[in-house]
């Protein structure tokens, strides 16, 4: 009896033994599963790759549709769950179906395109597909935001793949959110030809049109293909601001070549489509049957490009108008300040306070100051100018003029944004004394500012080819033949010749008038500055 009891205990002992192993077993391996999970989860990053065709879950985890092995996905912020969201949307992926893989660079539109933000949503199934293939089904409750769009498809980006869905009659849409910078309109600038030469007013030559395209990319302008113009009228696409449609009549290998080489976007006219000349900009709520354009001239002004380009109404001066149009030149020579004790004793020296008197009465009256550039190609005839136009000019280089010499000239063109021209002697100071954006500099020889042995200016006292060897070495520094400045305002037959033999496309003298398109493009007329010069003076000379 003793026995059968003692056996007994041992019996339930040894039961109770093997309960509290199993115990442990079962505790050590739901621990060991957490604690390896828990370690998988940790060790994931953002970026995951599926390792089979798997489910899509909802929040409450229930499976809402499927996606294809072999599919990248960018994660959002990791937690402790099992379902890994899917960045910027509702949807999510089971841990296990999933591995670690690199980063995956989002595809791309081009770069100025900006998503729609235009929120589409389903109760329906729905595929996305990747060109035809099928990538993700979503059995309901789509909710997802469109990048772009076409006739037949939605475009939207599912992590970083860009995947398409098919329009249908299930899919609704609500009200797109609008970015910044997103452009409200776009210009169309049209060019009837484009040509080496011109002798109409429809003309424009190529070198005015590379011109005008690199004046409008330095001003932050790019330019699109016809595809995305329709598509921005039709509220496909989003494009960033100062997107602009660049038009011809003839698109010929000149101009293909000119596309490449600045990187710009030209598009023949497409002749079925209704473009009116109204000198206004396309936007999305113009009649569909006609689009607006800008019509480029040979005398469209750099002023009026800028203004095409950001949708403004522009009126055009025309070279009909302008037939007898005169221009002040302004022919200045040293500054100095006399509210600081300076002083000059030349007839030519100006104190800075008449200058910045001048000065305000061109900004106060709306002048527009010149580049020595602009002034030509109206001399030329390319373009027009405003009527309240001027050109300033300064001799020499000497007193007040550069940043070594007093620099009084330079600090006071850029407080107004004014342009003026300065005809250096280029053989005498350095020209990177002169250096702004709002001074160009010009050749006034390289060392014949002196009186010669024949009782004239040393230029002409001079053989031919010793003119043309200073002319030349002046260009040498200087770089630009856009313009000459006599000095002492002396010229003979043989300086003439050869500064239009060195390339030189106009030269200025004095004279005490204003300049015209029928002026000697080789003397032309200019105002002398003196020290005596009253302000009713002044706007005499401008008036």
Wanted: aromatic share 12%; proline share 2%.
């Amino acid at each position: 009896m003793k026995k059968s009891k003692k056996k007994l205990r041992i019996k339930k002992k040894g039961i109770i033994f093997i309960i509290i192993i199993f115990i442990i077993v079962i505790f050590g391996a739901i621990s060991t599963e957490k604690l390896l999970e828990n370690n998988r989860l940790k060790h994931f990053n953002k970026h995951v790759v599926t390792t089979k065709k798997t489910n899509l879950y909802d929040k409450n985890n229930n499976p809402c549709g499927t996606i294809n092995k072999d599919t990248q996905i960018e994660l959002s912020n990791k937690n402790n769950s099992k379902y890994f969201n899917i960045k910027n949307t509702n949807y999510y992926v089971y841990y296990k179906d999933v591995k670690k893989t690199t980063k995956q660079e989002k595809v791309k539109n081009e770069n100025y395109y900006l998503p729609l933000n235009k929120l589409i949503k389903s109760k329906k199934k729905v595929t996305l597909y990747n060109n035809k293939t099928k990538v993700i089904t979503i059995n309901k409750n789509l909710e997802l935001k469109v990048d772009h769009e076409d006739e037949n498809n939605y475009y939207l980006y599912f992590s970083n793949n860009l995947l398409s869905i098919k329009k249908n009659k299930n899919i609704t849409e609500e009200k797109a959110t609008i970015e910044k910078n997103t452009a409200s309109k776009i210009s169309v600038l049209f060019y009837d030809s484009i040509e080496p030469t011109c002798t109409n007013y429809n003309c424009t030559t190529i070198d005015n049109f590379k011109r005008q395209m690199e004046l409008l990319k330095t001003n932050g302008y790019y330019t699109i293909f016809e595809d995305d113009y329709n598509n921005f009228l039709k509220n496909y696409i989003n494009l960033k601001d100062k997107a602009l449609f660049i038009t011809t009549s003839i698109l010929n290998d000149d101009l293909t070549n000119i596309s490449k080489e600045l990187n710009i976007n030209i598009t023949k006219t497409n002749e079925e489509v209704l473009y009116l000349s109204t000198n206004k900009a396309s936007t999305k709520n113009d009649d569909s049957k006609t689009r607006n354009r800008y019509q480029i001239k040979s005398y469209t002004t750099d002023e009026n490009i800028l203004k095409m380009a950001n949708g403004e109404e522009v009126k055009e001066t025309t070279a009909e108008d302008n037939k007898t149009q005169k221009i002040a030149v302004l022919n200045y020579h040293f500054f100095y300040d006399s509210s600081i004790g300076e002083s000059c004793g030349e007839s030519i020296c100006l104190d800075t306070q008449k200058f910045r008197e001048h000065l305000d009465y061109l900004k106060n009256n709306n002048y527009k100051t010149l580049t020595m550039n602009e002034f030509m190609r109206w001399m030329y005839g390319e373009i027009e100018l405003p009527e309240k136009s001027i050109l300033i000019t300064v001799d020499d280089g000497a007193l007040g003029t550069g940043k070594h010499n007093g620099n009084k000239l330079i600090p006071l063109l850029e407080e107004y944004k004014m342009h003026a021209t300065l005809f250096l002697i280029a053989g005498w100071w350095d020209i990177n004394n002169y250096t702004s954006p709002y001074l160009d500099i010009q050749s006034h020889t390289y060392d014949m500012h002196q009186y010669g042995s024949c009782g004239r200016g040393q230029l002409n006292c001079a053989t031919y080819e010793e003119a043309k060897a200073d002319l030349q070495k002046s260009l040498d520094v200087i770089g630009n033949s856009d313009s000459f400045c006599f000095p002492f305002y002396m010229y003979s037959d043989t300086s003439l010749k050869a500064i239009k033999d060195t390339g030189f496309k106009i030269a200025f003298v004095g004279g005490n008038r204003k300049a015209t398109r029928t002026s000697n493009k080789y003397l032309i007329p200019r105002y002398p500055i003196h020290a005596s010069i009253t302000q009713q003076d002044f706007i005499n000379m401008v008036n």
